[in-house]
């Protein structure tokens, strides 16, 4: 089916492995999205991206690496995952950065031990 | 004060029910919005653009009052699968471009719908 997957849906690692989560789209947006939700917050922003090899810092950049070498894939790499970083995450995309609502994945759920 | 502001509620209403929220924004410039739901920290998913004129789909109706800076979103008759957190999003234009804040997520409203 065409859309917006995420993997792994539940991942846990231990303090100071990288780790990375991938998100794949069929859509061909140009804009891909990660976020990352708490409790008691709600959704920031990690980076984004406005096209293949064109990426930016969001609200929460701090601990986090992404690559957009190709248009369908936006992975989400930690480099060194704190206890922090646990959280669930949302990768999304859309059209354009105008009109388009977001398309969210269906998260992974990550736990640093 | 926040960029985009929503009641967090909880919201408890009995089935059949009507509840309206509200959900205000502070850039004027702001050009496009839009209400998602959210069940139980799965993904949030687009219930429905907002447009000027308003707009309905079935039950649920969007609507945009530009003067005031608010967007708003109307149940009707509630179901118990209504219950979920209802997510406005903002599109602020008037950022620049490409900023992190162009798209602006409220906090989110709770609702629930009682048997």
């Known amino acids: 089916d065409a859309g917006i997957t995420q993997s792994p849906r539940y991942k846990i690692t231990e303090t100071g492995r990288q780790v990375t989560l991938m998100c794949h789209q069929t859509?061909?947006?140009?804009?891909m999205f990660w976020y990352r939700q708490d409790l008691g917050h709600g959704l920031r922003l990690i980076y984004y991206?406005?096209?293949?090899?064109?990426?930016d810092k969001g609200e929460v950049p701090d601990g986090y690496v992404v690559s957009r070498s190709k248009t369908e894939n936006f992975p989400l790499t930690l480099e060194s995952a704190t206890r922090s970083q646990t959280s669930v995450y949302f990768c999304?995309?859309?059209?354009?950065?105008?009109?388009?609502?977001?398309?969210f994945g269906n998260g992974t759920r990550l736990t640093v031990t | 004060r926040k960029e985009v502001e929503q009641d967090p509620g909880p919201f408890n209403v009995p089935e059949g029910a009507t509840v309206a929220f509200n959900c205000t924004y502070s850039?004027?410039?702001?050009?496009?919005f839009f209400w998602y739901r959210q069940d139980c920290r799965k993904e949030p998913k687009l219930l429905m653009s907002?447009?000027?004129s308003g707009n309905e789909d079935g039950r649920f109706t969007a609507q945009l009052n530009r003067a005031s800076q608010y967007i708003s979103l109307l149940i009707r008759d509630s179901k118990l699968s209504d219950s979920a957190t209802y997510l406005c999003?903002?599109?602020?234009?008037?950022?620049?471009?490409?900023?992190?804040?162009?798209?602006?997520f409220g906090s989110g409203t709770q609702l629930t719908v009682l048997p």
């Open positions: 907002v447009y000027s």
């Open positions: 991206s406005a096209a293949a090899d064109i990426t």
């Open positions: 999003v903002v599109n602020m234009l008037g950022v620049p471009s490409g900023s992190a804040r162009q798209l602006t």
């Open positions: 859509w061909s947006h140009s804009y």
């Open positions: 850039n004027s410039a702001s050009q496009s």
């Open positions: 999304a995309s859309s059209y354009d950065r105008v009109r388009s609502p977001l398309h």
